[in-house]
């Protein structure tokens, strides 16, 4: 089941995480559907959800990282 946060963010609208899965979920404002992220460990979720800017945060520590 996914977990989804909504996030304060003018690219992210929320970000979902599955625990059985270890798939992590991007909803961006301007595409559909949300992007999926493979093999990412819980505290990667919490630290992404947390970060004081969740873009830089996802540029910095997420994107091209965590393919499928």
């Known amino acids: 089941m996914i977990n989804w946060v909504n996030v304060s963010s003018s690219a992210i609208r929320k970000i979902g995480y599955d625990a059985t899965t270890s798939r992590m979920y991007i909803d961006f404002e301007d595409s559909d559907p949300y992007y999926t992220f493979c093999r990412v460990l819980a505290d990667v979720f ?23």
Request: hydrophobic share 20%; proline share 0%.
């Open 46 to 68: 919490q630290n992404f959800i947390n970060a004081r800017s969740v873009g830089q945060h996802y540029h910095r520590y997420i994107k091209d990282k965590y393919d499928c």
